[in-house]
């Protein structure tokens, strides 16, 4: 099969001789740089794929200084990865990559503590979600951006310590109490105070934090779950 391409000024032309069958294959594309682009994005999925797939660690560990955060973000991701790249990857100019970084089924608990105090509050809070360590749940739930603290409330499992909860559950900001009321692996006592809780009246934050509502529907999920549970 030969490749020939003609451009012109308004577009690159990519013919394929013999194909099929003798025939010709004719592929317009626009402007007259749109083959480099095409290369350069064929590249980049390839590069992606491998970031994905790859056991490779010197592969891996090349993959992980790509121009490209999206292909650093798939290494970060892959469960892998040895100890040697997470650390490259923890330090990562993007927020977005560390970030990445915490959803590794793989990560070192060592990992998981230096992330812990992380810059960034991105990392910081995708780590709440990610982690279920009770030591770095508890350092979270005192984070000074109630984004961080949010997270926690939401995520916090059953192994989670009840000092973390509890401290929560005195937390000022609105958008904490709201989190930690949806989270039905909160104790039973602290949800049923946060579902005697009113919204305030001409209070902005009412119809978006109506934290005694979201209380009061995650206990009535609970029982129903528990109810489910004997009936089988």
């Known amino acids: 099969m030969k490749i020939a391409s003609h451009k012109t000024m308004h577009d690159a032309r990519l013919y394929l001789d013999g194909y099929p069958a003798g025939g010709r294959l ?22 992606l794929d491998l970031a994905v797939k790859s056991i490779n660690q010197d592969i891996l560990w090349k993959l992980a200084s790509h121009p490209d955060p999206e292909v650093r ?37 060592d990992r998981e503590r230096v992330l812990a105090v992380h810059p960034h509050p991105l990392v910081r809070s995708e780590l709440a979600r990610q982690t279920g360590d009770p030591e770095i749940l508890a350092l979270l739930a005192f984070d000074e951006k109630h984004e961080v603290r949010a997270a926690v409330g939401a995520s916090a499992g059953k192994s989670t ?4 909860f509890e401290r929560l559950a005195g937390d000022q900001s609105p958008a904490v109490l709201q989190a930690l009321a949806s989270n039905a692996n909160c104790p ?16 902005l934050l009412t119809g ?6 979201t209380a009061l529907d995650t206990l009535r999920e609970v029982d129903r779950q528990r109810a489910a549970t004997r009936d089988r």
């Open 26 to 47: 004719f592929v317009a594309v626009a402007p007259p740089n749109a083959l480099g682009s095409l290369f350069r994005g064929l590249k980049l999925m390839a590069d």
């Open 73 to 109: 973000g798939a290494v970060a991701e892959n469960s892998r990865i040895d100890p040697r790249t997470q650390a490259l990857l923890s330090v990562d100019k993007k927020a977005g990559v560390v970030a990445s970084l915490t959803r590794n089924p793989g990560l070192t608990p």
């Open 161 to 164: 310590n009840a000092q973390t």
């Open 188 to 203: 039973r006592d602290i949800l049923e105070k946060l579902a005697m809780r009113k919204p305030q009246e001409g209070s």
């Open 208 to 213: 978006r934090y109506a934290i005694g509502a």
